[in-house]
């Protein structure tokens, strides 16, 4: 298995055709990995927000994925003054945070259709339909708020778990640890 590691500088797919991967909780299972495909860009809406203000916490189909497949994403805000200021999977379980901070994605340049690199703190991995959420806040009065997702599909077929194969967590540590 060809060394990789998870949230690296360059965006590519973690693992190939051929090779294993174990999604953690609340799958536990191994795959192994039977055909990859590149995903064409996808910009989201998330809608107008007021100047200082926010969306609601929105739930992000876009990035489902078919039975049986997994998704590596990163994202970046493509409409000036918009922020990621939420990420949650499942609901309950808040990404990016502490025991006594959450972060956010602040400002971030216009990438237009450049690979994305060095978002590393964006990457997430969606498996089949397991729910996602995010909010966004504006400094500005904006009529739409666009999210640039970038991303490849892995074709799955669960095998028994054989090293070594690929940890990959697809929900929020804190939804993964109780």
Not at 22 to 43: M, R, S
């Amino acid at each position: 298995m060809v060394d990789r590691r998870l949230h690296a500088v360059e965006f590519t797919p973690v693992v190939q055709i051929g090779e294993r991967v174990f999604l953690l909780a609340p799958v536990n299972k191994c795959f192994e990995v039977e055909w990859i495909e590149n995903l064409p860009k996808l910009d989201k809406d998330f809608g107008a927000i007021g100047a200082g203000g926010s969306t609601g916490v929105a739930e992000v189909t876009e990035v489902y994925m078919r039975e049986d497949e997994l998704g590596q994403f990163r994202f970046v805000p493509t409409t000036a003054g918009v922020k990621v200021v939420g990420h949650w999977s499942p609901r309950g379980a808040r990404m990016w945070g502490t025991d006594t901070a959450t972060f956010e994605l602040s400002d971030i340049v216009d990438y237009s259709d450049e690979p994305v690199k060095a978002l590393q703190a964006t990457e997430f991995f969606q498996h089949e339909d397991k729910k996602r959420f995010m909010q966004l806040y504006s400094s500005d009065a904006v009529s739409a708020s666009l999210v640039r997702f970038y991303g490849y599909a892995f074709k799955l077929r669960e095998i028994p778990a054989k090293e070594p194969y690929l940890r990959i967590p697809i929900q929020a540590r804190a939804a993964a640890v109780g």
